[in-house]
């Protein structure tokens, strides 16, 4: 009996339930459209994550650059990975150590414009190399404690993803061509 009152319970569900859409039936324009919402679900992914490391990457700048300005070297030093090539006004230093690192930035820092209270970034663009190299084309300025502009200045920054993070290994100082 019980055999029986199961299968009578069973038996609508089995017999009424529909069939999965199968591609093949469908019409093709729902076949089409869902192919395209597919395409745009996997198409986006990519560029949110894109658009989030570039956003941390900036952020990392703007990190580094508060540090600069405060003479933060152990700071400073976090945010690269050696060896780092350094391109400043046409004198190529490779620095293969963090030790190395601060005494650079050191010599650098005491000799930045006088006055010289904080900097800004005015406009950055990032270039990708690869999925783990990207380039930081950044234009800043710098202001004395008069908020005023005393330096504008242009730089190509290289970072790579190491370990779980993105760390600089290159810096070059560009020469800003003000003629458009």
């Not at 009996?1 to 089995?14: E, T, V």
């Not at 869902?34 to 990392?60: A, C, F, H, R, Y």
């Not at 005015?122 to 202001?143: N, P």
Request: glycine content about 2%; aromatic content about 14%; charged content about 30%.
């Amino acid at each position: 009996m019980k055999k029986l009152l199961f299968i009578a319970f069973l038996f609508p569900i089995f017999v009424f339930s529909q069939n999965p859409m199968i591609k093949k039936e469908m019409n093709p324009i729902m076949k089409k459209k869902m192919e395209i919402k597919k395409k745009k679900n996997l198409d986006s992914k990519p560029l949110e994550m894109k658009k989030k490391v570039e956003k941390t990457i900036i952020n990392l700048w703007e990190e580094y650059s508060r540090a600069f300005e405060y003479s933060d070297f152990e700071k400073i030093k976090t945010y690269f990975t050696y060896p780092v090539t350094f391109s400043l006004l046409g004198n190529p230093v490779i620095v293969k150590n963090e030790n190395d690192l601060i005494k650079l930035y050191n010599q650098i820092r005491s000799n930045v414009q006088e006055g010289y209270k904080y900097s800004k970034l005015e406009k950055s663009r990032i270039i990708w190399i690869s999925k783990e190299i990207c380039m930081v084309d950044a234009t800043y300025s710098r202001f004395n404690e008069n908020y005023e502009r005393i330096f504008t200045g242009r730089g190509l920054y290289m970072y790579k993803r190491v370990d779980k993070s993105w760390k600089m290994f290159s810096m070059s100082g560009v020469e800003i061509n003000n003629k458009k």
